[in-house]
């Protein structure tokens, strides 16, 4: 995951946030981390889900097969 390094930096800023009494940043930087997990969990869902997709509209029904 070559993404992993922007929860880092947020982790690393929420827990400066944390330690120099900033709650209201600290709990915005909470969001942000969510936000960016879910956004990169859907881009990695929508390129794996791609070479499916491509099987799909070639037209091989694998289910089919072996009968008849």
């Known amino acids: 995951?070559?993404?992993?390094?922007?929860?880092?930096?947020?982790?690393?800023?929420r827990a400066f946030?944390?330690?120099n009494?900033?709650?209201?940043t600290?709990?915005?930087?909470?969001d942000a981390a969510?936000?960016?997990?879910?956004e990169m969990s859907a881009q990695r869902?929508?390129?794996v889900g791609r070479p499916h997709e491509n099987r799909a509209a070639s037209g091989t029904d694998l289910g089919k097969a072996g009968s008849g």
């Not at 070559?2 to 982790?11: E, F, K, R, S």
């Not at 600290?26 to 909470?30: C, G, R």
């Open 45 to 47: 869902e929508r390129i």
């Open 1 to 13: 995951m070559q993404d992993d390094w922007i929860l880092d930096v947020l982790a690393d800023l």
């Open 21 to 24: 009494h900033l709650p209201r």
């Open 34 to 38: 969510l936000i960016a997990l879910a």
């Open 17 to 19: 946030a944390t330690a």
């Open 26 to 30: 600290a709990e915005q930087l909470d």
